[in-house]
């Protein structure tokens, strides 16, 4: 069905496509996956991306897994529907977008005590 999807896809000349794969399902994980990509599409530019080696909590919980597939479901819709820079969130349960601009415009003062942790916690 992926590949299918996948065949399709490059037919009508779609440039990206974003797969998830969970680790440990019972296809073989992401490397097997990248594997039969590109074995079967060796003109796709294929990369992969494993979240627990860049994540460093612990493991997910129910809420987490939810949450991260609400946000990442609001992103891509709202890509699709040509919105772009915007910062998707959750207030009140419900989801909402903010502009960058209006985002990257609230400014805090940070404490010199906390610059200073950070800069020792991140050496």
């Known amino acids: 069905q992926v590949l299918s999807r996948i065949a399709y896809d490059k037919r009508r000349k779609k440039t990206v496509n974003i797969l998830v794969v969970a680790e440990g399902d019972d296809f073989g994980g992401a490397d097997k996956f990248y594997k039969l990509i590109t074995a079967r599409f060796p003109s796709l530019d294929v990369r992969t991306c494993v979240l627990g080696h860049i994540q460093r909590g612990g493991t997910p919980t129910y809420n ?21 820079q915007l910062m998707v969130g959750i207030k009140n349960n419900e989801l909402v977008y903010t502009p960058f601009e209006q985002v990257s ?8 005590d906390m610059i200073d942790m950070i800069y020792v916690l991140s050496a």
């Open 64 to 84: 987490d897994r939810v949450l991260a597939s609400r946000l990442g479901y609001a992103a891509v819709t709202a890509l699709r529907e040509n919105k772009t």
């Open 105 to 112: 415009k609230l400014h805090t003062t940070i404490s010199q």
